[in-house]
């Protein structure tokens, strides 16, 4: 395979009317059947507030909401003001929750787009004067209000607004071995009967993100459950005596690079920055177009791998800004133009499937799946597909 270099293949061209060099693929019919089937999970016993902060863990959250609306969904939740108004602007016309608190100077907007807040103290009870949904800090150590069960009676109750909904938000609810989670429903539970004693049900109780939906714990749901990371395809291993899941979910993130060039090392030569890495014997190398401003950890270099032509790749030397190199010594077949998997899936010629998840990648790179799926740069770009 040495001498002259491959012709390249034709490349995708992107919106932009460029080549694309990394690019995600999200399957909306794989986010819809993942939405289906955490409704199947909770059986009519909650309804379904999908999370799509941060846009929809980069998949997208004009797209993601659209495709959820269609499937139904009453709901749906974003961290902040911002998000919420792109989603009015895109036509969303569910329920919208903002959870992640405001800042004043947003207070308007709030009202203006319907959106509806979360309110993490008490002072700012007085300030609301149509829906909200009330915080409370169980145990999580981050936003909502700790005031005792009286003091929230007597501010929800003189309050102008009314409080909608009641929710809470667990800090381990994936790890059985630990009693926070039950201390957490117990603290919740004795805020809640104070407000119904006071004639102050609310309307929704809310404190499940995937992990209690995704492992049948109903006592954690209340009725409206907010699911993020299952929707996007994943469900987290439990730590602890943990139940096994009952939720199956498919990932819809699909992450590729293009291939700029191939080439041959002699035996000793080292490769990319520091010299991180040095060809043992005669080594075939590809490079790709996608770094770590694409989102590709830095610490994957050396240690991480892709998928190339249906076989594992890894990723040799530092993964650069632009640029990552990977070690295809046994993949001759690969060419510049081709495109290598960063995240999915690939069947190769003797017809096995060659996976590599946002959690095989965390684990390597000594980080979680959700903040690889959020490092997904704006410079990839982005497909749907069904
Ligand atoms: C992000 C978030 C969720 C969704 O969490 P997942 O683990 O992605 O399901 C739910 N509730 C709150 C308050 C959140 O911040």
């Avoid at 059947?33 to 999370?51: F, K, L, Q, S």
């Avoid at 429903?185 to 006071?198: P, V, Y």
């Avoid at 081709?338 to 390597?364: C, F, P």
């Amino acid at each position: 395979m040495t001498g002259s270099a491959p012709s390249r293949r034709e490349s995708l061209i992107s919106d932009s009317g460029f080549a694309m060099r990394s690019w995600v693929e999200i399957s909306l019919g794989t986010i819809r059947a993942n939405y289906r089937a955490v409704r199947a999970a909770v059986n009519g016993e909650a309804e379904i507030m999908p999370v799509v902060k941060a846009d929809a863990y980069r998949h997208g959250a004009a797209e993601v909401s659209r495709a959820l609306e269609a499937e139904g969904a009453p709901w749906l939740a974003v961290s902040n003001v911002e998000e919420g108004v792109a989603l009015r602007q895109a036509g969303i016309r569910t329920r919208i929750l903002v959870m992640a608190d405001f800042l004043p100077a947003d207070r308007d907007a709030l009202r203006e787009f319907a959106l509806t807040p979360v309110i993490h103290s008490l002072a700012d009870v007085p300030l609301a004067s149509e829906d909200y949904h009330l915080k409370i800090d169980t145990g999580m150590g981050r936003l909502g209000t700790r005031a005792a069960p009286d003091e929230i009676v007597r501010a929800v109750a003189s309050g102008s607004g009314r409080m909608e909904g009641l929710m809470t938000h667990f800090a381990s609810a994936g790890n059985y071995a630990t009693p926070q989670t039950t201390e957490q429903i117990a603290r919740f539970e004795t805020i809640l009967a104070a407000l119904h004693t006071a004639g102050l049900a609310p309307r929704y109780v809310h404190s499940s993100a995937s992990f209690p939906v995704a492992y049948g714990r109903r006592e954690a749901w209340g009725n409206l459950v907010r699911p993020g990371y299952s929707i996007y395809g994943y469900v987290s291993s439990a730590r602890g005596p943990a139940p096994a899941p009952v939720l199956s979910v498919k990932p819809a993130l699909t992450w590729k690079a293009a291939v700029l060039a191939v080439k041959e090392l002699e035996a000793g030569s080292l490769i990319g920055y520091g010299g991180m890495h040095r060809a043992e014997k005669p080594m075939r190398i590809a490079i790709l177009a996608a770094g770590y401003a694409d989102g590709i950890p830095h610490r994957l270099s050396n240690r991480g791998s892709v998928i190339a032509k249906g076989t594992i790749a890894p990723i040799v030397g530092a993964v650069s800004m632009d640029l990552t190199t990977i070690d295809v010594t046994t993949c001759p077949e690969l060419n510049p133009g081709d495109a290598v998997t960063l995240i999915g899936s690939e069947t190769n010629a003797a017809r096995s499937t060659v996976r590599i998840d946002a959690e095989q990648i965390a684990k390597t790179a000594g980080t979680i799946a959700y903040s690889v799926l959020c490092g997904i740069s704006a410079r990839v770009k982005r497909i749907f597909v069904d």
